[in-house]
């Protein structure tokens, strides 16, 4: 698996780089660069222990370069800060010799990439497309934050006691690369100035070392923003 994505990547990048330099007397447009950011809406697919998580907003940002391969074809490879993960909230209450603990917990698992998305785009017009392809990343950092509130009742009395909290996760337990699959569209309102969104589906199981027979968890991500092409 690991060489089949490892081929998908340097394809991908042999054919972007060779266009680089359109054939002369060619017709196609240059080749153009430009930045990007806008809005994650991030979420780690269900398993048995995340019934309760819930999408977490972030965002992304980073560069890109549109290569024309075809009158109305193009590769684009994107380096991007992308912001994953997930909200998740969860709730536990047991009770020892006459005292019941009440644990309510609401946090984000915040997973850091950077992310190289190469994308093959069509253009029905000059100005509106729809694209798809391979995105891999790159984990940078992962952490835990959130609030915990803890409630212990003995009797007729009940105390409560609040907490704020960021935890590292250790990556060693962690996939720390990230392969994705793509699909999205674009329409660009000037020359330069564009709107962008993006759904991307991740393939590689975050968690590292899965006990056998236990589901993956896995990154999923839709974006929205804004593109300029210089």
């Known amino acids: 698996m690991k060489k089949l994505i490892l081929g998908i990547a340097v394809l991908s990048t042999t054919l972007a780089f060779a266009q680089t330099t359109p054939s002369t007397g060619s017709s196609m447009s ?3 660069f430009g930045l990007k950011a806008g ?5 780690l697919s269900k398993d048995a222990g995340l019934e309760d998580q819930k999408s977490k907003i972030g ?7 549109n290569i024309p391969v075809a009158e109305s074809f193009s590769i684009q490879p994107e380096l991007l800060y992308n912001q994953l993960g997930a909200k998740i909230e969860s709730r536990d209450e047991y009770t020892i010799a006459g005292v019941t603990t009440r644990n309510v917990e609401s946090y984000s698992t915040n997973l850091d990439y950077l992310t190289v998305p190469v994308m093959f785009q069509y253009n029905f017009v000059p100005n509106f497309y729809i694209e798809a392809g391979p995105e891999f990343g790159f984990m940078l950092s992962a952490k835990n934050k959130g609030d915990r509130t803890t409630t212990v009742t003995t009797g007729s009395n009940t105390s409560t006691t609040n907490a704020s909290y960021t935890d590292d996760i250790d990556k060693d337990n962690l996939n720390t690369f990230n392969f994705g699959v793509g699909i999205g569209l674009g329409y660009y309102f000037t020359d330069n100035i564009g709107l962008t969104a993006r759904y991307v589906a991740g393939v590689t199981d975050v968690a590292k070392d899965r006990p056998s027979g236990s589901d993956a968890i896995r990154n999923n991500n839709f974006q929205v923003g804004l593109a300029f092409k210089f």
């Open 30 to 32: 240059p080749v153009r």
């Open 59 to 65: 965002f992304n940002a980073g560069v890109f370069a």
């Open 39 to 43: 809005m994650n809406v991030a979420s």
